[in-house]
C-alpha cells in the first residue's frame, strides 16, 4: 500500500479562485523586473502573466511558516502602506489578532525597537489615563492638547499595542513600496513574507508570493487565506 500523501494546504480549488480573484495579472512588459522572469507565464496584450502554478508553491510555503510561527504563539507584523490598502489590511490583522501598520511605516521600528516600544508604551498609558478621567485636573486647554497628542500618537501606533517583541516575521503587501520595512527586517534577521508583483525583487524576500499587489481583489483573496491559516492554527 502506498503511503498517503499529507493535504497540501492550497487545493486546485483556490487556484480557480485566484484567476477570479486577478492574482495573475502583473504589469507591462517593459516594467518587467528580470528576478521575476521565472514566475511568469507569458504575455496578454503586452501584459505580463504570473504563473498561479508558482504562486500556489509559493503560498503554501508561506503559509506553513506562518502556521509554525502561530502554533508557537509568534506574532507576524502585516505591512501595507498605500492608502488603497489600509482598511483590508487593519481588518485581517485585526480578525486574526495581529500587530499592523497602514498607511505610513514608522523609520527604526525594527531597528530602534526598544526606544519605539517606550512611545507605544507612552501613547497607552496617556489614553488610559484619559479613560480614568486622570486628566480631567488639568485645564480644559490642557486637556484638548492631550488629545491632540493621543490622536496623534493612535494614528502612528494603533497597530502596535500588542507588539511587545520584534515580530517573528513580517509581512508586506507588495515590495517596492516597502523597501525600507523590508532592509529594516534584513538587518534585524526577521524573515519576510510578500506579495510580489512582475515589477519588483523577489530576492529581497524570504518567502515568495508571486501574485497582483495592486488590485483589490487579489488582496483581498490573500489576507483572506492568510487570516483564516492564522486563526486556525492559534494555540
Known amino acids: 500500500m502506498t503511503e498517503k500523501k499529507s493535504q497540501s494546504i492550497v487545493s486546485d480549488e483556490l487556484a480557480k479562485e485566484m484567476f477570479k480573484a486577478g492574482v495573475h495579472w502583473g504589469h507591462k512588459k ?3 523586473h528580470p528576478k521575476m522572469e521565472q514566475y511568469i507565464y507569458g504575455l496578454k496584450n ?3 502573466i504570473i504563473d498561479l502554478q508558482k504562486t500556489m508553491e509559493g503560498l503554501e510555503k508561506a503559509l506553513e511558516f506562518i502556521e509554525e510561527i502561530v502554533k508557537k504563539g509568534g506574532k507576524i507584523l502585516f505591512v501595507g502602506i498605500r492608502p488603497q490598502v489600509q482598511v483590508l489590511l487593519e481588518e485581517a490583522a485585526k480578525n486574526c489578532k495581529m500587530p499592523y501598520i497602514a498607511l505610513r511605516w514608522i523609520g527604526g521600528l ?8 517606550k512611545r507605544i508604551e507612552y501613547f497607552m498609558d496617556l489614553e488610559k489615563k484619559r479613560e480614568a ?7 480644559k486647554k490642557e486637556q484638548k492638547e492631550f488629545d491632540k497628542e493621543i490622536e496623534k500618537l493612535k494614528k502612528r501606533f494603533d497597530g502596535l ?21 523590508i532592509r529594516e527586517a534584513k538587518i534585524k534577521k526577521i524573515p519576510v513574507i510578500a506579495l510580489v508583483d512582475t515589477d519588483s525583487n523577489p530576492s529581497l ?4 508570493i508571486p501574485s497582483n499587489d495592486d488590485a483589490i481583489s487579489a488582496l483581498q483573496f490573500m489576507l483572506k487565506i492568510i487570516e483564516e491559516t492564522i486563526n486556525k492554527n492559534k494555540i
Open 110 to 117: 525594527l531597528t530602534n525597537f526598544k526606544n519605539l516600544r
Open 133 to 139: 478621567g486622570e486628566l480631567k485636573k488639568y485645564t
Open 205 to 208: 524576500v524570504d518567502y515568495v
Open 30 to 32: 517593459s516594467n518587467r
Open 46 to 48: 503586452n501584459i505580463q
Open 161 to 181: 499595542r500588542d507588539l511587545d517583541k520584534l515580530p517573528d516575521a513580517v509581512l508586506v503587501l507588495g515590495v517596492r513600496e516597502h523597501l525600507t520595512p
